[in-house]
Structure formats: C-alpha cells, structure tokens
C-alpha cells in the first residue's frame, strides 16, 4: 500500500469548512483513498473513500486531484464534536489491512 | 453502537499473567481485524481472520494468539503480559476479506497490566 503524508495538526475555528491534506504521491492505479477519524480513545470511525472521481455523502466531501497524487478531505461546517485524529490511508479495494499513519491532529476550537 | 461488540471494556491484570479478549464482529461481516494501539505506536495491525481462518498477520508477538469461531466471534488471547502490552485493543469487522467499503471498528479493551 502506498504511503501517506499529512500534516500533524491543524485548527479550524466552529462552523467554519476544514480542509484536510493528504499526499500519496506513490499511489498505484488500483489504489483507493480512505479517510478514517478517531476522536481521544474511541474506535476509527470510516469517513469517506474514493478512487478518483470526488465522492461526498453526509459526513464529507473528498476531492482527488486529476493526477491522483494528493486528495483533500473537506468537513464543510466543523463542529467541537469534530475535533479527533484524521487519518489517510491508501489501499487496494481487495487488501486485507488498513495501515494507519500518524494523522492529523483536527482541533475544532469555539 | 457501531455493531462491532468488544468485551471488556477495562481490564487491569499483573505482569506475567493470561488474558482473553473478545469480539463480535458486526452481523453479517466475515473477517476481524485486531489492532493494539499504545501510547507511543499509534494503530498496529495484528492479525485478521475471515470466515474462522486466519488470513493475513502483522506485528503480533508469539506471546499473542487469536482466533475465530464458527458464530464468527473472535478472541485474542494475551499471555505472559509485560507492562509494555498495557494498550488499547481494537477489533473491528467487514463484510469481505478485502471490503471496498472499509471497515468498522469497536470501541476497545483498555488493558493495563500493572
């Protein structure tokens, strides 16, 4: 599976969009982007995945870039309540593990 | 509830000593994936099983042991415990070895051996 790199940590102030990157600029063209949350403790929560086309459905929206080589996940109003672990992972539809990097550190502050 | 029940919840046992923990994958999922994540690890993959056998293995100590059950039900048992496998033990669950559509995940054994 590809590798990954996101930045450590970003702010993004209540009810405003917060874009979160990710780079994989190794990815193969069998390879999907997914995009895992986990907020202090709990489980990873899947968000959203896509291959290349942009994908949104009720928690995000996910943008590809044309050539594949980045993405960005898009929160459109964040809420306190978003404030977790974001992680971005590269896999095959048909592998068996997800391998998680060390994300990104969302806080939604007031 | 994501479906995916993990029991317990909390379990805090001596070094040297044997645990077992539990999970029952979301209804319908075939596979179970285990993850332990410390402090300083992050997220590590284990082991998963599909449909009772096991199909793919990670970092996992030969202290460590799983397996899956005809009800699908999974179990990681832990033994000869240090104080460095105090950790957050995570299942989770798919339909298919290989799901497109991800994974769930339950919401942890917190095991702290003292």
């Known amino acids: 599976d590809a590798k990954t790199t996101q930045p450590p940590s970003m702010d993004c102030a209540e009810g405003r969009a917060a874009n979160l990157p990710c780079n994989h600029s190794?990815?193969?063209?069998?390879?999907?982007v997914y995009w895992y949350r986990q907020i202090h403790s709990q489980g990873p929560q899947y968000i959203i995945h896509?291959?290349?086309n942009n994908e949104t459905n009720e928690m995000a929206s996910l943008i590809i870039t044309e050539d594949r080589k980045s993405s960005t996940l898009i929160l459109p109003h964040a809420t306190l309540r978003d404030t977790a672990v974001y992680y971005c992972?590269?896999?095959?539809?048909?592998?068996?593990?997800?391998?998680f990097g060390e994300g990104t550190q969302l806080t939604v502050n007031p | 509830d994501s479906g995916v029940t993990q029991t317990p919840k909390h379990l805090i046992t001596a070094t040297g000593q044997r645990v077992t923990l539990r999970c029952s994958p979301r209804s319908g999922d075939l596979s179970v994936y285990w993850y332990q994540q410390s402090l300083d690890q992050g997220l590590q993959f284990l082991i998963q099983y599909y449909n009772g056998e096991e199909r793919a293995k990670g970092n996992i100590l030969e202290r460590f042991s799983a397996q899956q059950f005809p009800d699908l039900h999974s179990e990681l048992n832990l033994s000869s415990l240090e104080l460095g496998d105090s950790a957050l033990y995570f299942c989770?669950?798919?339909?298919?070895?290989?799901?497109?559509?991800?994974?769930?995940f339950g919401s942890g054994t917190r095991l702290t051996v003292v």
């Open positions: 989770a669950s798919s339909f298919q070895g290989g799901s497109n559509y991800g994974y769930t």
């Open positions: 992972i590269v896999r095959v539809a048909s592998g068996s593990r997800l391998t």
């Open positions: 896509g291959l290349k």
């Open positions: 190794t990815i193969s063209g069998n390879e999907y």
